[in-house]
T-cell receptor
Framework: DQQVKQNSPSLSVQEGRISILNCDYT??????FLWYKKYPAEGPTFLIS?????DKNEDGRFTVFLNKSAKHLSLHIVPSQPGDSAVYFC?????????????FGQGTILTVHP | DAGVTQSPTHLIKTRGQQVTLRCSPK?????VSWYQQALGQGPQFIFQ???????QRGNFPDRFSGHQFPNYSSELNVNALLLGDSALYLC????????????FGPGTRLTVL
């Protein structure tokens, strides 16, 4: 049972435009979500997070939106830059006390063309 | 400040063999988790160690075992290797009293032939 799903394996955008990466979840107990970015030959690095008490969190060019009723979150990157080309994962810890066990989506490969 | 380090970078084994992967957490971190990332998939949680004990375990067989040392470093052991164990193995560390953000190492690429 894939509790966190990223249904788009890849996304290609032009530099300067908006990138929108989507993530759906099925577990209603999830109350906190994280986005990680991964470059080849490197481990995932934390990008931005959102708690279920919010519907939006912004950090510079990165904004995450959460729609709890739809069990859907999205990551917006504006403006996109070639250095943003990477694999993006959404992830969620178990509800309540997490102890750090994260459930990841399959990832979306973002390519930003100059 | 060194981040999470893992060794070795790459490893090739044959079916039935045993392997040990090593991880040093980020300075100040006391909790280590291990993840398996198969090609084209997201990382899957194997287990987590805190205070030298396994605290949580994902859906992995007993062939996967681990250890945490007093200096918080950790080992992942896999016995009786199968072809399907070929993957990138990621170690992540955090402070147990901190949030859910985990810091990942670059991983060990294991190939089982």
């Amino acid at each position: 049972d894939q509790q966190v799903k990223q249904n788009s394996p890849s996304l290609s955008v032009q530099e300067g435009r908006i990138s929108i990466l989507n993530c759906d979840y099925t577990n209603s107990m999830f109350d906190y979500f994280l986005w990680y970015k991964k470059y080849p030959a490197e481990g995932p690095t934390f990008l931005i997070s959102i708690s279920s008490i919010k519907d939006k969190n912004e950090d510079g060019r990165f904004t995450v939106f959460l729609n709890k009723s739809a069990k859907h979150l999205s990551l917006h990157i504006v403006p996109s830059q070639p250095g943003d080309s990477a694999v993006y994962f959404c992830a969620a810890p178990p509800g309540g006390t997490s102890y750090g066990k994260l459930t990841f989506g399959q990832g979306t490969i973002l390519t930003v063309h100059p | 400040d060194a981040g999470v380090t893992q060794s070795p970078t790459h490893l090739i084994k044959t079916r039935g063999q045993q392997v040990t992967l090593r991880c040093s957490p980020k300075s100040g971190h006391d909790t280590v988790s291990w993840y398996q990332q198969a090609l084209g998939q997201g990382p899957q949680f194997i287990f987590q160690y805190y205070e030298e004990e396994e605290r949580q375990r994902g859906n992995f067989p007993d062939r996967f075992s681990g250890h945490q040392f007093p200096n918080y470093s950790s080992e992942l052991n896999v016995n009786a290797l199968l072809l399907g164990d070929s993957a990138l193995y990621l170690c992540a560390s955090r402070i147990v009293a901190g949030g859910d953000e985990q810091f990942f190492g670059p991983g060990t690429r294991l190939t089982v032939l």
